[in-house]
């Protein structure tokens, strides 16, 4: 079964940064593509950033491109997102998923595509 923990959430003003982790566990790391999506309140859960299992060509919604970097560490079995000059409107909780696929350069930006989630990390950019 595979388990995946965020963490790195926190309270933070605008023009701050953070930088978010999700630990994999109960998997090989290195077969799965990693998204993070994050749902604001009274939203629905939105694709913010993520990679292939390759790393190659990681994929951003255009609202964050500039701002936020998606990384990975195979030996580590970790992704991160590092989030920069942030603002209100990125306030929500952030999730990682990770979706098993072959493809060398594809991410999905369906939340429906992937198949594992972690349990969520809260995200607040004061104003």
């Known amino acids: 079964q595979v388990h995946l923990v965020e963490s790195g959430g926190g309270l933070v003003e605008i023009g701050g940064s953070l930088r978010l982790s999700c630990a994999a566990s109960g998997c090989s790391f290195s077969d799965y593509a990693m998204g993070w999506f994050r749902q604001a309140p009274g939203k629905e859960r939105e694709f913010v950033a993520g990679m292939s299992w390759s790393g190659h060509n990681p994929r951003y919604v255009d609202s964050v491109k500039g701002r936020f970097t998606v990384s990975r560490d195979d030996g580590k079995n970790t992704a991160y997102l590092q989030m920069d000059s942030l603002k209100p409107e990125d306030t929500a909780v952030y999730y990682c998923?990770?979706?098993?696929?072959?493809?060398?350069?594809?991410?999905?930006?369906?939340?429906?595509?992937?198949?594992?989630w972690g349990q969520g990390t809260q995200v607040t950019v004061s104003s």
């Open positions: 998923g990770a979706r098993f696929s072959s493809s060398l350069t594809y991410t999905s930006p369906a939340a429906n595509d992937y198949h594992y």
